[in-house]
């Protein structure tokens, strides 16, 4: 299958790898690429020879987000409708195989969810982690309020999502965001060793292991994001969101009217 948004290749004959491949808009997540990520995913999880997975983007940006081109004209109903923007990012989720996210650069709002959805994340030293969405008169709508205070707790969660602020990679790991940081030219080296790693296990005790850990964060992970996809989707009827997101396009300061 060949891909438009993202580049697929197997490292070692057992290591799956997809890089983010939207250089101009600093790998925006859209449907497409979304759509393209998990099919890739897919194909290395139905993949006999595969025993682990590495998402990774750029040197400048994992990914910046959401692309806001795309959703800045979207309505409450357009949203809701159609279930829009983050209904096809569940199927990262869906992989029973290890995902290992290689975060270098900007990894913000969506795309530090989906850094988040993946099993681990190893960070450059040059990389940053936000949920800058309350700058845009919106919420994270892909799991951000729900993995964020897990993964940090709620004090920098709130910060996080409550100021906007970047994380750099060394407060992201003090925080439990990140496993490890390396330069950034030794993250895929580091990435590519701990899939090896994983790789040579056992393919049944790897996906127990993560599904087991896994189950310690469900509980009502699930009722979590589906309250925030509807918070989320409900923000799209205010005029902030469209002051936001234009004010963002525009390259301009946005003036927020509070309704
Ligand atoms: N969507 C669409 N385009 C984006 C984008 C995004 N999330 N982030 C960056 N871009 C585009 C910019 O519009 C710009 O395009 P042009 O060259 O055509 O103008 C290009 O990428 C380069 O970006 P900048 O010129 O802004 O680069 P910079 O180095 O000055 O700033 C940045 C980098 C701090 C990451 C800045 O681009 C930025 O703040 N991006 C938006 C981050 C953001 O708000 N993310 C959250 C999105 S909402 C979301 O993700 C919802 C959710 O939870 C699912």
Request: proline share 2%.
């Amino acid at each position: 299958m060949s891909y438009e948004n993202i580049e697929v290749r197997v490292e070692a004959g057992k290591v799956g790898i997809v890089t983010l491949n939207r250089p101009k808009a600093l790998n925006a997540l859209n449907d497409a690429l979304m759509d393209e990520l998990g099919a890739a995913l897919k194909a290395f999880d139905a993949d006999e020879a595969i025993g682990c997975m590495i998402i990774t983007g750029s040197e400048r940006a994992f990914a910046a987000g959401a692309d806001i081109a795309l959703m800045a004209k979207y309505t409450f109903v357009d949203t809701y409708k159609g279930d829009y923007i983050t209904r096809n990012w569940e199927s990262v989720r869906s992989i029973r195989k290890p995902v290992i996210a290689a975060v270098s650069g900007f990894a913000l709002g969506g795309g530090c969810e989906l850094a988040m959805m993946c099993d681990f994340i190893i960070a450059a030293d040059n990389a940053r982690f936000g949920q800058p969405e309350i700058k845009l008169g919106v919420i994270p709508g892909a799991g951000g309020t729900q993995r964020l205070p897990r993964a940090v707790g709620k004090a920098k969660a709130m910060d996080m999502a409550l100021t906007g602020r970047m994380m750099d990679a060394a407060e992201a790991e003090r925080a439990g965001l990140v496993s490890r940081v390396v330069p950034y030219d030794k993250l895929m080296d580091e990435a590519l060793g701990a899939a090896l790693t994983i790789a040579d296990f056992s393919q049944i005790a790897v996906m127990a292991a993560k599904e087991s850990v896994n189950r310690a964060f469900e509980g009502s992970l699930s009722d979590g994001v589906m309250f925030e996809r509807r918070l989320f989707h409900a923000l799209f009827a205010t005029a902030d969101q469209k002051e936001g997101m234009d004010a963002f396009l525009n390259k301009r300061k946005a003036e927020f009217k509070n309704q």
